[in-house]
């Protein structure tokens, strides 16, 4: 959130030579975190108001001009530039060299230096608004058009920044650093913070009293969702341009100006933090009344979007229908047009929950969406009304409320808390004086009231909604505005017995080391829910899949059941720059317990810890990529010291290729799979070019071992020998099988150490049915160096066995 500090100064007398420093940083320590502070008079550094003094036609162009632009103390530059409106005595934006504009309005911001333009030296730009950033406060009627300032009668010379009054301070407030603060979401709010924490004069707003005795209709069907509506009929107004002062504060903190009407409910929003609404009166029948939609109801908004409302949505309406979304935007055909000359003025407190859900349903978040569902307070509807109508009254003198009505059907209670003293010093580390507390309290808006061993504490309004409800939320006010940087670090008082062996937790950390650093694997993270294309490419269903009651848009309402669909994301999102990559993910997944056999909590859902892996590559790489996913897998229980696991074919996944899958197991159960991504399911993903060889292993069934199971071995003093075999086998045969078969019942003292796969080759000299393998003997002594016949005779014996077990067929 954008905030002007000459706004906040408009509630708080903040001294001048207040150090910007000093004040965010205290902002920050107590209150709202602040990201940045800028000054927005730098943005317009060596821009100045200069004035056209001749107009002369370019020698070599007909669409340039040759202008004489009075910069300042009668310092006449010649200026060239293709302006249409262009006249004599106007006053023009200049850019001396040195100052940074966007050329055309496009791109990046580019300095501007002393040049020809066709053959006639320029001094400077003379600007159109979109080239200085300021097209909303000045829209261009055609593309050629300079932006002419001679209304605000600033004298050559003058800087852009004091001519326009933006000589001003903007501060980036982090909005995750105030989630919980509703009173903060406006300038007012702010400003009573900064008149706390330095024990300055908060101005106050006058109460709004109607003169009118005639009451409008409003109705309240639903007072739980809408406990309070506050509806004024007001005549005797037009549409025109706001002043440019308030035009200004509203562009500050990022929104657009409109229009006089609009942008005196925008400023009241953004000055109390409390939204408003107004209505074309002349196209409202009958009454407003607050009530839940009808399902099926129709609704077309200000931006054009066209909804079909359910039940859950609260909506304004009037005698015919909705007219508005309540908390998140009015009716396109009900607000403000160019015709309207009195409006239904709207200020109402809606609950917080109700809004939130409406607006992701439609994905529809808006400032007054915002700023309603973090629980604003009821009260505040009166500092918006005091203020919206004095400015009705400021902008239109001739205006009159001509009905008015304040239906408030469900109070506020304010919050009362009792905490103990003794209990507060405990916890704060420290003793404050009663004082102190008091009145740092007090400067907040707390009623506090001392007995002997506690105090008791009314909580304002504004903090009432659900921010401060327990004894533990006075003790962090207390702290915060004494200043933490207050209290003295004591050293906490504790033994340790022994070290703590977490296996699990460091068997996931050796994890993800092995296949970053080992495997060369880049980790993501994803979110905790799923794109619905993505789900239905890889789950086989959506059975004991958690759908979101408010999903973050309509297409993500899942909880992440598998890691693979977000995977699967991340390969879209990455195959457009990359022929080949290799990513993992370890994260939680979340299913019903009700689909979950054995789960002890009933409760909650199930939940798991996931490893998901994706090795792609070009198509015509299958092979390899599936031997590199099932090498980094297969290697990974002995890198990261665990049970080993092993790879069987029981049951294939939804999402794999027919061919070429594989289960991984651990004792017996499976724990996971290791497939290619068939191509059904690559295109329904929106993978178009690539393979992929997906992973997916449940991580809380990894053992971990408690010790090293590493055994020494002696280099070996004689020689090492290798025999190659080549054999025919059956094509069902696997490597796993031959491997078993040799070195089963191997004693220690045997003279063959080791067997290892060489290739495999099936082509038109094999037979149908079977296939060629060749394997690597390694065959030695402890004691000797082998004579051949020795070696012969291993070779022979393994033959031997492997013909007895497999049935081979000896290769020339």
Known sequence: MKLSLNWIKDFVNIPDDMDLKTLSYDLTMSTVEVEGAESLAERFEKIIVGEIKEVLPHPNADKLRVCKVDIGNGDIKDIVCGGSNLEVGMKVVVACPGAMVRWHGEGEPVEIKNTKLRGVASFGM????????????FPLKDDHEIMDITEFGAEAGTPLATALDLDDIILEIDNKSMTNRPDLWGHYGIARELAALYNLPLKKFDTYVPTVDTEYDVRIAD????????????????????????????WRVGMRPINALVDITNYVMLATGQPTHVYDSNHIIDHIEVRRANEGEALQLLNDKVLELSTDDLVIADGEGAVGLAGVMGGGKDSVLPETESVIFECANFESRGIRRTALRYDNRTEASSRYEKAIDPERCDQAVSMAMELFAELYPEMKVTAYKDLYVKKLEKKEIDVELEWLDRRLGMRIPQDVVANKLGTMGYEVTFTDDKMHIVVPTWRST??????????EEVARMYGYENFQPTSITTTFDGAINQLEVDLVRKIKEYLAFRCNMQEIFTYPWMTDEFVHAIMPSLDGILALATPPSPNESYVKCSLLPNICKAIVKNERNFDEFDIFEEAQIFLDSDYTEGYPNEKLPYQRKHLGCAFVGKSENIGELFRRAKGVIGMMPRYTHMEAFTFEKAEKPYWADETVWLNICLDGKKIGDLALLSRKSAMACGIKVLSAVLVELDMDALVPLKSRTNRYARLPEFPMNEYDLSFLVDCETKWADIYNAIMAKKSDDSL???VKFVDEYKGKQIPAGKKSVTIRLVIGSNEKTLTGAEIEQVAKSTTKKLSKVINIEIRA
């Open 223 to 250: 007072a739980d969702r809408c406990p309070r509506f506050i509806g004024a009929k007001v005549e005797g107004l037009s549409v025109k341009p706001s002043p440019f002062k308030m035009q200004t504060r509203i």
């Open 752 to 754: 063959l150490k080791d």
């Open 466 to 475: 659900g921010d401060v409800s327990i004894k533990a939320d006075i003790m």
């Open 126 to 137: 003379i600007c159109a608004s979109t080239e200085v950033g300021l097209e909303d406060l």
